[in-house]
T-cell receptor, first 113, second 112 residues
Framework: GENVEQHPSTLSVQEGDSAVIKCTYSDSASNYFPWYKQELGKRPQLIIDIRSNVGEKKDQRIAVTLNKTAKHFSLHITETQPEDSAVYFCAASRRNTGNQFYFGTGTSLTVIP | GAGVSQTPSNKVTEKGKYVELRCDPISGHTALYWYRQSLGQGPEFLIYFQGTGAADDSGLPNDRFFAVRPEGSVSTLKIQRTERGDSAVYLC??????????FGPGTRLLVL
């Protein structure tokens, strides 16, 4: 089955700086990679996703890059704000055979004002 | 519109008891997923429904866990003879058949 690893487990940045979170996956058939943000005690919320036929996707301050050959993908947050503080999870799935998500272990991001 | 809802929000039970956790997906969503999230971990896939049928139950940890979705909408996750290791947040997600999964707020289960 799929195995997703995520690093770092914790990350502290100064407000305005960039944050980068990295994930690797094991199943070369995975073709969909969402990123979720989860605030304490709340439900996971999708912030950005990427399909395997795309190398990069950007949405305002958030971008995701994918390297299919190396089987890794990364989340980039620029100009961080205190409200970006949360736990971020990456996931991988095969979207044409059920789309069950396999999640990483999470990164706790703290943005220091 | 209304999002995915789950009841109860919290459930405390004793070891050996039976519990049922309910998920109301977004109306019209054909796909429904159950995940389990232990403290400090990412959600772990349990079971996936497409319509009324369980298309993939490979994530269920053992035969004490069972889930149903009899009318293709509401789903119930059932845990028999609960153990302390079953304590976790149980998350439900639904999808209209595409990629995006919308998560519910979860049920926090504590087995004493």
């Amino acid at each position: 089955g799929e195995n997703v690893e995520q690093h770092p487990s914790t990350l502290s940045v100064q407000e305005g700086d960039s944050a980068v979170i990295k994930c690797t996956y094991s199943d070369s058939a995975s073709n969909y990679f969402p990123w979720y943000k989860q605030e304490l005690g709340k439900r996971p919320q999708l912030i950005i996703d990427i399909r395997s036929n795309v190398g990069e996707k950007k949405d305002q301050r958030i971008a995701v890059t994918l390297n299919k050959t190396a089987k890794h993908f990364s989340l980039h947050i620029t100009e961080t704000q205190p409200e970006d503080s949360a736990v971020y999870f990456c996931a991988a799935s095969r979207r044409n055979t059920g789309n069950q998500f396999y999640f990483g272990t999470g990164t706790s991001l703290t943005v220091i004002p | 519109g209304a999002g995915v809802s789950q009841t109860p929000s919290n459930k405390v039970t004793e070891k050996g008891k039976y519990v049922e956790l309910r998920c109301d997906p977004i109306s019209g969503h054909t796909a429904l997923y159950w995940y389990r999230q232990s403290l400090g971990q990412g959600p772990e896939f349990l079971i996936y429904f497409q319509g009324t049928g369980a298309a993939d139950d490979s994530g269920l940890p053992n035969d004490r866990f069972f889930a149903v979705r009899p009318e293709g909408s509401v789903s119930t996750l059932k845990i028999q003879r609960t153990e302390r290791g079953d304590s976790a947040v149980y998350l439900c997600a639904s999808s209209e058949g595409g990629e995006t999964q919308y998560f519910g707020p979860g049920t926090r289960l504590l087995v004493l």
